[in-house]
């Protein structure tokens, strides 16, 4: 069994900041990508940031240069900074891993619970 755990969000004004920040647990292996999604009302869910194992980053467009994707991998934890936060950043975020179990050879994807950020005008 594997849960990803995120802390974090809350309601914040306009040019605020906020952490995230979410920890894998279980029988794991490995995590290869870890990343963060998010989705507004009404809207598809979208990448924000992703990291892997070795550090490399991406970042969605609208996010670049406010938000900070960093990792700790003998936590097994990923984190989000975002700064210059606007209300358009208003949206649940979730948090995903790309990992391998103890025993098993293939490669799974695991979602957090969701994290509600909230940025008032």
């Known amino acids: 069994q594997v849960q990803l755990v995120e802390s974090g969000g809350g309601l914040v004004q306009a040019g605020g900041s906020l952490g995230l920040s979410c920890a894998a647990s279980g029988s794991i292996v490995n995590i290869n990508v870890m990343a963060w999604y998010r989705q507004a009302p009404g809207k598809q869910r979208e990448l924000v940031a992703a990291?892997?194992?070795?550090?490399?980053?991406n970042y969605a467009d609208s996010v670049k240069g406010r938000f900070t994707i960093s990792r700790d991998n003998t936590k097994n934890t990923v984190y989000l900074q975002m700064n210059s936060l606007k209300p358009e950043d208003t949206a649940i975020y979730y948090c995903?891993?790309?990992?391998?179990?103890?025993?098993?050879?293939?490669?799974?994807?695991?979602w957090g619970q969701g994290t509600q950020v909230t940025v008032s005008p």
């Open positions: 995903n891993a790309n990992l391998r179990l103890v025993l098993n050879t293939r490669w799974y994807d695991y």
């Open positions: 990291v892997t194992s070795t550090g490399t980053t």
